[in-house]
């Protein structure tokens, strides 16, 4: 049996960067964290050389406490390699007139933009209906909402022209 921290560099060998990226975040999540980023870095520093090991040093980088689905973690590998600024992860926002909290899963607060990963969760005619009224809400303070789904992650390239377009739009 191998520890968290171990089995994260081992998988190296055999995922690409947004698979081991993904791990990674489960890993370190902060609702049960099973590692510390530190324990990786620790682990891989052990390592040496072999296989998968640059691919592990690449992606340690880009492992993060707060993603919190496979498919946001994948999002955020892309944004990253994109070049894109790196934005706040499932933080907290206040809606201003009812007071109800609301957790956008990417955040640039500079340009006011949030960016939600639509998976099949929202396909739930009430799931749908809240999402619609949550949209309403923050795009009534000001904040432009652009939905993603699983096809938009199968053509990187589109969806980071996309996202690019909208953030110079909105920090002019």
């Given at each position: 049996?191998?520890s968290?921290a171990?089995?994260w ?11 081991l ?7 370190v999540?902060r609702r049960l964290?099973r590692v510390t980023?530190a324990?990786?870095?620790?682990r891989?520093?052990l390592m040496?050389?072999g296989?998968g090991i640059?691919l592990?040093r690449?992606?340690?980088?880009l492992?993060r406490?707060?993603?919190e689905s496979?498919p946001?973690s994948r ?14 992860i ?16 990417f ?6 933009v949030?960016?939600e990963?639509?998976g099949d969760?929202?396909?739930?005619m009430?799931?749908?209906r809240?999402?619609m009224t949550?949209?309403s809400?923050?795009e ?5 909402v652009m939905e993603?789904n699983?096809?938009?992650?199968g053509?990187?390239?589109e ?6 377009s ?7």
């Open positions: 049996m191998t968290p171990r089995t560099c081992d998988l190296a060998a055999v995922l690409d960067l947004e698979d990226v993904a791990v990674g975040d489960y890993l999540s964290p980023i324990e990786i870095r620790g891989l520093a040496g050389s296989r640059r592990a690449r992606a340690v980088d492992v406490d707060a993603s496979r946001e999002l955020r590998v892309i944004l990253a390699v994109s070049g894109l600024p790196e934005p706040t499932n933080h907290t926002l206040v809606d201003t007139e009812t007071g109800k909290h609301l957790r956008p899963d955040l640039f607060a500079d340009a006011k949030i960016l990963y639509q969760y929202h396909r739930s009430s799931q749908w809240k999402d949550r949209r809400r923050l009534a303070q000001g904040w432009y993603i699983a096809d938009d992650l053509d990187p390239v969806l980071v022209a996309r996202i690019r909208v953030l110079a739009r909105r920090t002019r």
